[in-house]
């Protein structure tokens, strides 16, 4: 009976091997496509929804206002700061006059606070082309020249950032999200349907292969407008990914890009901050409750029982499970050291996944709890 449980791993292991290899080729970094004349460029609304944020605000906005591309409009919404925030953007709008800076609306009862932000930027932005971006993140100076030639063919883009990472939470945790990017979906899928889904099912499930990074999410104006804008997710945590949902269930082109030597982001800097950016969101990364506790325990099954069973099979001598727990700790690593060379993380954390493992099981029971119990968390003063 230990044994299958072994092979349920070792099944799971070769599954998500083949899919990080397929993204290893078809997740591409965002860059120049051909043909993109610089007098046909589309004019870009970069949107940036700001509470609290004065810590990092002038190093995104800077950034955004550096850009070698031509037709360019930034937008800024303080959304009801509490710290220096507006006082900084009131400083760098001082110093550069295409900066518009607006002041939030109150927020309506039936909106998060996020999507109403970014519906007041939406109505302010005169681009043909909106790009929204949160204030942890800053740009390479051709970023929005790379964004821009994407809409050629595409009618929305999402860019996942090259994270930073610097204290030892951040190292231990950040890097799993995009482990289960990399080894769970098929970037083509974001783009395309998968070609063995029967056309019946591909209405309804298509859009279920969509993935999106709300750090950087783009879309032609006339395509957001038409699938309802943040106005139709308005409740959404997780506005992002519906947005993106919306895109593909529509019939419209979406692309999935990674940022790296072009979009940064440190989402977080504390421990504190992590527990309760992640929470607030995690379990509504799943379809259902069941498949959040079948993941759960296929998690404890892959990557913490086979470290079990390295010491059970060396006191007892049992070569068959030393060789093979030996291969299920030893393809993880393999699996984040890749990561870790692609995203420029230190390569220790790859010898330590196991630990961000455990440390999720303890953030999913925390997000049951919270489920059952209703309680929601207090994220940059508003409860979500």
């Known amino acids: ?129 909106l790009v929204f971006i949160d204030a942890d993140v800053w740009l390479a100076r051709n970023a929005l020249t790379k964004a821009s030639s994407q809409f050629n063919q595409f009618d929305a883009i999402t860019v996942w950032p090259q994270q930073i990472v610097e204290s030892y939470w951040e190292r231990q945790i950040i890097p799993h999200i995009y482990y289960a990017l990399y080894t769970l979906l098929p970037a083509k899928y974001v783009e395309r349907d998968p070609k063995w889904m029967p056309q019946s099912l591909k209405y309804k499930l298509g859009p279920e292969f969509s993935a999106a990074c709300g750090q950087f999410i783009a879309f032609k104006k006339s395509i957001y407008e038409e699938i309802g804008g943040h106005k139709g997710i308005k409740q959404y945590i997780l506005d992002d990914v519906q947005l993106a949902k919306e895109v593909k269930r529509q019939g419209f082109s979406l692309r999935m890009l990674s940022g790296i030597n072009t979009v940064y982001c440190r989402m977080y800097t504390s421990y504190s901050e992590i527990w309760n950016g992640l929470r607030k969101n995690f379990l509504l990364g799943f379809n259902s409750t069941f498949l959040f506790i079948v993941m759960g325990i296929l998690h404890l099954v892959t990557f913490i029982l086979p470290y079990y069973a390295f010491w059970v099979g060396f006191k007892s001598s049992s070569s068959p499970i030393i060789i093979l727990s030996s291969i299920l700790i030893l393809i993880p690593w393999i699996h984040r050291m890749i990561l870790n060379y692609i995203y420029k993380w230190e390569i220790y954390s790859a010898f330590t996944h196991s630990i961000g493992v455990l440390w999720f099981q303890l953030l999913g029971i925390r997000c049951l709890i919270d489920s059952i119990t209703g309680k929601k968390v207090a994220w940059k003063g508003r409860k979500v």
């Open 1 to 129: 009976m230990f044994e299958i449980f072994l092979y349920i791993a070792l099944g799971y292991l070769l599954f998500t091997s083949t899919v990080l290899l397929r993204n290893l080729f078809e997740f591409n970094k965002i860059k120049d496509l051909p043909n993109t004349n610089i007098d046909t460029k589309p004019a870009i609304s970069v949107c940036i929804p700001a509470r609290n944020e004065a810590k990092v605000i002038k190093r995104c906005v800077e950034s955004i206002l550096n850009q070698d591309y031509p037709y360019l409009e930034v937008l800024v919404l303080d959304d009801h700061s509490t710290d220096e925030t507006n006082s900084i953007l009131q400083q760098l709008s001082n110093e550069h006059p295409n900066l518009t800076i607006l002041n939030g609306a109150a927020k309506p009862d039936d909106w998060l606070g996020k999507p109403w932000a970014c519906h007041q930027l939406s109505e302010a932005a005169t681009g043909d082309v």
